[in-house]
């Protein structure tokens, strides 16, 4: 008889963790129940050997073509791994195969048939081997975290357990196709001052390197010797250290770099530029509306499928893709923990990340006990939000940029025709 790790809270809300053996995760949780705790994580501790041993044969049995220029061998995850939109496609053709009453391994090997990259075949084969072993889909999903997150996982579990698999996969599927629609949005917003940003460091290089060493010549012929204004000597100061120390300036550009980055992956690190990127004008409100969105749209996702509100805000704060959201959603799942309801922690949220009206929605959907709703309803408004942001970032960047390329480029000449100006005046005295 296969068995089950287990973690739950007591009547106290205390945690408690055990292992249990019984015939399957519905016994688990029939049995923590009658024991007086909620469960909040079930895992299957035997099958996961087996598991991995079927799964590891999947290349060899049905993994293509791909699989057997290796050998026959793989480990689970090996050679490539979903991306976004592979994977919502995957999701909406297994979601589409289920509703069609297809069996799920029989779906899974006719999407395996159908991958278009052989890495996704593989993928995909080794998970119609587990679920033929005798794993449960969401284990055999486990197995490939670089593919499936704990978001994924979890959903699949909460179907399997309710029994409306197809119905989660469907959810799964729209959440992931909304997410990168606003990601694409976001991108797109954000292509056109990256580009005129390169347009103004190229321009620069130029103007740096070729055109004002000509002029300093000039001036050198024609001034005889004579002081330059101060602009005009820290602009050729700048193109003599272009010129000259350029390796010094990519070596400490390089080091700066390096720093940041060691910087950014400190927790204090990334909870301060994940604080500053949610404060920064024009782009900060974007980013706001973006992470309230990710953050509404996944916990109502995970709880209407029926994952339990606390193993759901563990998944949101490892899911958020922002610090400060993650700390909040950490308060948030202590203060549930203790029985007390999610809009206290969102109120004192620092920063003040949360409106009013969303911690407003909050209240009224637990009052109404229409919690999950309510927050799809949420994300629903802010995706509307982003969108409206996005094309007023977008109309704001554009001439910020023109003016920033403008103001470079101008300052450039200005300097170059003061000595000019020096000249004439100098003529018009003699």
């Known amino acids: ?61 049905g993994g293509g073509k791909a699989g057997a220029k290796k050998g026959g061998f793989s480990f689970p995850g090996a050679g490539g791994k979903f991306t976004t939109k592979p994977l919502s496609i995957f999701t909406r053709q ?22 278009v990259k052989p890495a996704h075949g593989r993928i995909i084969g080794q998970l119609a081997s587990a679920v033929e072993g005798g794993a449960t889909f969401s284990e055999a999903l486990a ?18 357990i309710g029994g409306v698999l197809e119905l989660v996969l469907k959810r799964l599927a729209e959440f992931m196709e909304k997410a990168e629609k606003i990601k694409g949005k976001v991108v797109a917003a954000m292509f056109y001052p990256v580009a005129v940003l390169v347009v103004a460091v190229l321009i620069l290089a130029i103007l740096m390197v070729f055109v004002i060493p000509k ?33 010094y300036i990519l070596a400490g550009g390089v080091g700066i770099w390096i720093a940041f980055i060691i910087f950014s992956k400190t927790k204090f690190g990334r909870y301060v530029l994940d604080l500053v990127s949610l404060k920064i004008p024009v782009t900060g409100p974007v980013l706001s509306k973006v992470a309230i969105s990710r953050f509404t749209r996944t916990l109502g996702t995970l709880v209407s499928s029926g994952v ?11 899911t958020a893709g922002n610090m400060v959201i993650s700390n909040a959603v950490a308060g948030i799942h202590e203060a549930v923990k203790e029985g007390e309801p999610i809009t206290r922690p969102l109120e004192a949220a620092k920063g003040g990340i949360f409106p009013p009206m969303v911690i407003s929605m909050v209240e009224v959907g637990e009052q109404t006990g229409a919690l ?33 390329l403008a103001v470079i480029v101008g300052s450039i000449v200005i300097a170059m025709f003061l000595p000019l100006i020096v000249m004439i005046e100098k003529l018009g005295g003699n």
């Open 372 to 404: 999950p709703e309510m927050l799809l309803r949420i994300a629903d408004q802010y995706d509307e939000e982003v969108d409206n942001a996005v094309a007023a970032m977008t109309s704001l960047i554009e001439p910020i940029m023109i003016v920033f």
């Open 94 to 115: 297994l979601a589409t195969l289920q509703e069609a009453g297809l069996p799920l391994l029989r779906g899974l090997k006719v999407l395996e048939k159908q991958a």
């Open 1 to 61: 008889m296969p068995k089950f790790s287990y973690v739950a809270l007591d009547a106290a809300g205390k945690e408690k963790k055990g292992e249990l053996e019984v015939p399957s995760q519905n016994d688990a949780i029939t049995a923590l129940k009658n024991m007086g705790m909620y469960p909040t994580k079930i895992a299957p501790l035997a099958v996961k050997a087996g598991v991995a041993r079927s799964a590891k044969k999947s290349p060899a049995r």
């Open 215 to 247: 002029f300093k010549e000039i001036f050198d012929d024609m001034l005889e010797g004579a002081a330059l204004p101060a602009f005009t000597e820290i602009v050729l100061k700048i193109s003599d250290a272009i010129r000259f120390r350029i390796l």
């Open 308 to 318: 339990p509100i606390l193993q759901s805000l563990n998944i949101v704060k490892e």
């Open 143 to 160: 197995l490939h975290k670089k593919s499936f997150n704990k978001l994924y996982v979890n959903m699949v579990k909460a179907g399997e």
